[in-house]
């Protein structure tokens, strides 16, 4: 079982990482189907469920985020926290996600995203954000 989750693990890893092309359908459709499955077998894990949690986020955001530049502004920030979780650097990680909420943030105000997409961008932040606060 424990090898299975590790699978699972560094397949999320792979695929936050960038391992594929980053803006395709079909590895949107895959991150999350494997954020989903690593989410699940993570357990009391608190990398695996960060980890889990900043691929989630990942592909929401090259779900939702319809201008290339935007998400991939985005995207680069949330493989920055999940490079410093996999290093187990706890505060950068955590900065770096500050860093994606402020541009979230200014790309709602300035009309590029929608508040529908922030608000789904934001829930996904926190919740990475306190997966990430755990393993402290």
Do not use: W, Y
Request: glycine share 6%.
């Amino acid at each position: 079982m424990r090898t299975s989750k590790v699978v699972v693990a560094l397949l999320a890893i792979g695929i936050a990482l960038g391992l594929a092309s980053p803006i395709s359908g079909a590895v949107a459709d895959q991150s999350d189907s494997t954020a989903s499955i690593c989410g699940e077998c993570c357990g009391e894990d608190a990398v695996c469920q960060a980890l889990s949690d900043l691929a989630n986020l990942r592909g929401s955001v090259e779900e939702l985020v319809p201008d290339q530049g935007i998400a991939n502004s985005l995207i680069v920030k949330v493989d920055a926290a999940t490079k410093s979780v996999v290093a187990l650097r706890i505060t950068p990680a955590l900065n770096q996600l500050d860093a994606f909420a402020n541009e979230v943030n200014a790309q709602e105000q300035s009309g590029q995203i929608s508040s529908s997409v922030s608000n789904v961008l934001k829930t996904r932040h926190d919740t990475a954000k306190n997966s990430i606060s755990n393993i402290r």
